[in-house]
């Protein structure tokens, strides 16, 4: 099995999950590549120096660009970007469903147009595989429908049956790929999607269902999306007690930190949000005493570092004042080091998660942080 869980407190669970790419020790952040890139200007080699563990790139936006054939002639993923760690791709059904203005889903898939020059694009199950197999990614998700919220019960619990359909013909189109050796990566990873939409009864069947496709790892799919983060941790908390045991669990698109650690503390171990970087950009920035936004005036002449409890490169080296001057310029160093700031914070909160899990103090670090880590100064 590649997930071996450590020790629990609570429903939080401390473990480790082995791939071919490394050991990811989790619970644990997946940094947001959409294009085989940190947007902000961090490199393969940045990710490391801010100790992050796993990238996520995205399957619908490379096979637009350069597309997945041209990235399988080049070695893959790993090759391409020169990230040596595990890589997830995404399915590309959330793009398909969040950026397409027009499209048509049927059992075979989803015929779309692309947001870039509107050609025509038909994607399935078994074409989602084949671009991420192209890509040669650590992890592989399921092909799923993305079902807004809110929807209706029926239609939500239709949607989860065929989710549950294209599952199985996932697992078989990969395993077909594998076997014939057309798959960069012949050890990657498949990861099903939990959904149901904000229903209960649906979630639970749902999971019930996928967690007997024996799968490499379980998501929860489909929060995070505007509804009510009280009702969000309801789902998770619902579905947590039939998702296997034995097996890794990522819940995708979270979020804030306090989002984080509540998902830690319900049972979750992989988490990814665009969320850090996409402040950053615009001068919001995470502390330990909770959000800064780094243009306001009164940092006009503040020397001190970003966030004084912290040892990223950044606040080791920069000011508040310099930090802002470029933000204010729009120098694209401002950003660049923004971003760094965020991504080393996310990653360093999961590093005190799992020290705290280690540690059996992890509820006390969740009733002190929790709502301050998303306060905004």
Known sequence: MPYRLIRQEGTARRGEFKTVHGTVQTPAFMNVATAAAIKGGLSAFDLKEIRAQVMLCNTYHLHLRPGDKLVADLGGLHRFTRWDGPILTDSGGFQVFSLAKLRHITEEGVTFNSHLDGHKIFMGPEESMQIQANLGSTIAMAFDECVENPAEHDYAAASCARTARWLLRCQK????????????????????????????????????????????????????????????????????????????????????????????YRGVDLFDCVMPSRNARHGHLFTWNGIINIKNLKYERDESPIDPECDCPVCRNFSRAYIRHLQKADEMLGMRLAVMHNLYFYNHLMERIREELDAGTFTQFHDKYVKLLDTRI
């Open 173 to 264: 189109e990969l395993a077909r790929l594998k076997h014939e050796g057309k798959a960069v990566n012949p050890d990657q990873l498949l990861f099903g999607i939990n959904q149901g939409c904000t229903y209960k009864d649906l979630r639970v069947e749902h999971m019930k269902q996928i967690a007997e496709y024996d799968l490499d790892g379980y998501a929860i799919g489909g929060l995070a999306v505007g509804e009510p983060a009280e009702v969000m941790y309801d789902m998770i908390s619902a579905v947590e007690p039939y998702a296997p045991k034995d097996k890794i669990r990522y819940l995708m698109g979270v979020g804030t930190p306090g989002n984080i650690i509540e998902g830690v």
